[in-house]
């Protein structure tokens, strides 16, 4: 290849292998657990929050760092909601031990 | 930091990503799993705190401790059988957060390291983010609403469908406004480039109401799974525009975890994609019933089943909605112990749609305390109802309905879980109404059919009561 190649091809490349590597990953997935998965891929995809503290990072206050911090918020509901709440969930798929039996 | 640290901090954030979503492949390297993905997310905003001015750090932090305690908070009080309607809040704000994240960088692109004016590719990419983000918000909006029953409040929230003359034509038309004022948006220069992006926006958000209104209760499962597709898409949106590769990785990450859940879903009602999405099923709910002439059912009391039961060697549990809907699981799970306890053989058969939300019933089983080794999946267990003596079908209908296998009928091909094939069935419903298909189920007439009629979960617990 000659001279630069653009980003947004180099972004497109990312998405197309991160797309191939999520289709096998999920597919792997056990049925059993396919509501934590959502939960779980909602937190994940709060990582946009990064692109909301950026803009609630710009060096003056203004307009867009005030959108930016609301997003910030939002997005950490999600954060600490998703992961928090895919725990609960997980917590009771644990293999219990077996209640002795009883005299009854 | 220079851009190559972060970047390499935002590649292990990515990986993290990836290892969380494989953790979920066994309910035993789950929770690690999920841990990953907290270690990945904290790197990720980590870095990035680092990464912006002083100033307003103390801003940022403030507004990640007010949205992570009321998310931490309904974390914890959330109850299983409102799991749908939380995914679905969660979303909307996925959505939410994406839109103000585009408006940001509409503003003022050299926060996010972008040129000022903002090149024509950039402007592209924050289009398809921004919309995707509206209408995943509206969408997702609607169907909480829907989960949440406030159609009694508001008619947009209506689990019915809500069907109009001329309805997808209208959807049509508004999409290609939508995307006319974006390209205008993205031929536009710095001055003027407000209109088209704000009308765009509009447009976006109505039709994401547009979208999800049509689709019935019953295709529930699918939405919720195509809007989590779509917060996928619109975070990947977000991260072409803003030229960051975690975001990239982790919206494509879930958004096909979404496509595939709703794939799934629509196999499970044999129904085709575009067939919920154009919507309008389930809106004879229950009316089929009322016509036809009554037929004869046997039916029987809880003590008689819980006899039949108790003296079989084998008994196969089919858990439906109708069973969560009366919080019976922790009766069942009652009911389970003092089966194993006689010496029966007690197995769950889950079908891919029990439930609101994919693998809804596993976790309302789960927080049952029922261990997940007695509960298979439907491929797994199907074959093994012709040899068990008693299937027990609690709360569920159009998943055990064997007119699926008559060529013709509305639910041909749906796969279905062959309680039918057993020696014994006893089913337990509230009344003889359908189900959301708006079908009779020729299981309820079977001479080997015995209905238990009343609450699920007042049935089961006097099925344990005559146990003894």
């Known amino acids: ?104 | 930091m220079s851009a190559n640290q972060v970047a390499l901090w935002y590649l292990a954030a990515s990986a993290f990503f990836i290892l969380a979503l494989k953790g979920l492949s066994h309910p035993e390297s789950a929770r690690r799993g999920n841990l990953f993905g907290m270690i990945g997310m904290a790197i990720a905003i980590v870095v990035t705190l680092a990464l912006v001015a002083r100033g307003n750090l103390g801003m940022i932090v403030l507004a990640i401790a007010i949205g992570g305690t009321i998310g931490a908070i309904v974390a914890r009080r959330v109850e299983m059988t409102q799991m749908p309607e939380l995914v679905a809040a969660m979303h909307s704000l996925v959505g939410m957060a994406a839109v103000l994240i585009a408006i940001a960088a509409v503003y003022n692109p050299s926060a996010f390291g972008i040129a000022d004016p903002m090149p024509v590719g950039n402007r592209l990419e924050l289009f398809i983010g921004s919309f995707v983000g509206a209408i995943t918000f509206s969408g997702s909006v609607i169907a909480f609403g829907k989960l949440a029953g406030l159609g009694k409040h508001f008619r947009l929230f209506s689990s019915a469908p809500v069907v109009f003359q001329g309805q997808h034509l209208l959807n049509l038309l508004l999409a290609l406004a939508m995307i006319g004022f974006g390209v205008w948006f993205f031929l536009s220069g710095k001055e003027g480039q407000w209109l088209p992006f704000i009308v765009m926006l509009a447009i976006a958000f109505v039709l994401g109401v547009l979208i999800i209104i049509p689709i019935g209760g019953a295709d529930m499962p699918v939405v919720i799974s195509m809007l989590n597709s779509y917060s996928g898409w619109a975070a990947a949106g977000i991260g072409f525009s803003l030229s960051n590769p975690m975001l990239i990785i982790a919206g494509a990450l879930v958004g096909s975890s979404g496509a595939i859940l709703s794939y799934i879903m629509c196999k499970a009602m044999n129904r085709s994609f575009f067939n919920v999405i154009l919507g309008g099923f389930g809106a004879a709910e229950g009316a089929a019933a009322a016509g036809g002439e009554q037929r004869a059912v046997k039916s029987g009391s809880p003590e008689d089943a819980a006899y039949l039961m108790a003296n079989a060697d084998s008994v196969i549990i089919v858990p439906g909605y109708g069973l969560a809907v009366s919080r019976a699981q922790h009766a069942v799970k009652e009911l389970t112990d003092k089966l194993i306890e006689k010496g029966v053989s007690v197995k769950y058969a889950v079908h891919p749609v029990a439930g609101r939300m994919p693998g809804h019933m596993n976790v309302l089983l789960a927080e049952a305390e029922v261990p997940y080794d007695l509960v298979f999946e439907m491929e797994d267990i199907n074959s093994e109802f012709g040899t068990a003596d008693v299937a027990l079908v609690l709360g569920a209908n159009d998943v055990v309905n064997p007119l699926a296998l008559k060529p013709g009928s509305p639910i041909y091909g749906m796969p279905i879980l062959d309680a039918y094939k057993a020696k014994t069935v006893i089913v337990n419903k509230r009344s003889m109404a359908t189900g959301y298909a708006g079908l009779d189920n020729e299981l309820f007439y079977m001479d080997r059919t015995m209905m238990v009629f009343g609450d699920a979960k007042k049935v089961v617990e006097e099925m344990v009561k005559a146990i003894h």
Do not use: C
């Open chain 1, 1 to 104: 290849m000659t001279g630069n190649v653009d980003p947004t091809v180099v972004n497109l490349t990312v998405f197309v292998l991160a797309v191939f590597v999520g289709y096998f990953v999920i597919w792997g997935v056990t049925p059993a657990l396919h509501t934590p998965l959502m939960s779980v891929t909602n937190a994940i995809s709060s990582v946009i929050i990064v692109g909301a503290i950026l803009a609630a990072g710009a060096p003056v206050l203004d307009f867009g760092s005030g959108l930016g911090a609301a997003g910030v918020a939002l997005a950490a509901v999600n954060v600490f909601g998703g992961f928090l709440v895919t725990q609960r969930m997980l917590e009771m798929f644990k293999k219990k031990e077996r209640k002795p039996k009883s005299g009854g």
